[in-house]
């Protein structure tokens, strides 16, 4: 078994009006998930340095979600997708276990803003 270290680089796209829909799985052992049960995750989304456009977190039901069997869902749906700036951005995944161990950075990437095409005019 291949042993990966952390952070794992992932490259994400965001169509604006669509947004961004992602399912991983953590199997720290290679075999069984993560229990995420008392963990909080806070993916920030923005320039390569500098300051955040944007914001998914677990406390406030924004956008992600964790469970007892290693599942990390990242949502961010077609409204909020459209507030992102078209282009090439970058993001950061914290998972933080429960106190006192400090927080694990677990993905980060690029994320590709891609702006569809509109109807032409009639």
């Keep these: 078994m ?5 952070p794992v680089d992932l490259p994400l796209v965001v169509h604006i009006g669509i947004g961004l829909y ?5 199997k720290p052992d290679g075999t069984t998930g993560q229990d995420f049960t008392g963990w909080t995750a806070l993916l920030l989304i923005g320039p390569r340095c500098g300051t ?3 914001q998914l977190d677990t406390d406030t ?17 077609a409204v909020a997708s459209e507030t992102l700036p078209s282009g090439e951005l970058y993001y950061q995944l914290d998972l ?4 006192p161990d400090p927080p694990i950075r677990f993905l980060t990437g690029r994320l590709s803003v891609i702006c569809g095409i509109s109807p ?3």
């Design 61 to 77: 039901g924004g956008g992600l979600t964790l469970d007892e069997d290693g599942l990390i869902t990242v949502t961010l749906d």
């Design 52 to 54: 955040a456009v944007a």
């Design 96 to 99: 933080t276990p429960p106190d």
């Design 120 to 122: 032409a005019a009639p």
């Design 22 to 26: 992602r399912e991983l799985r953590w």
């Design 2 to 6: 291949a042993t990966v270290t952390l």
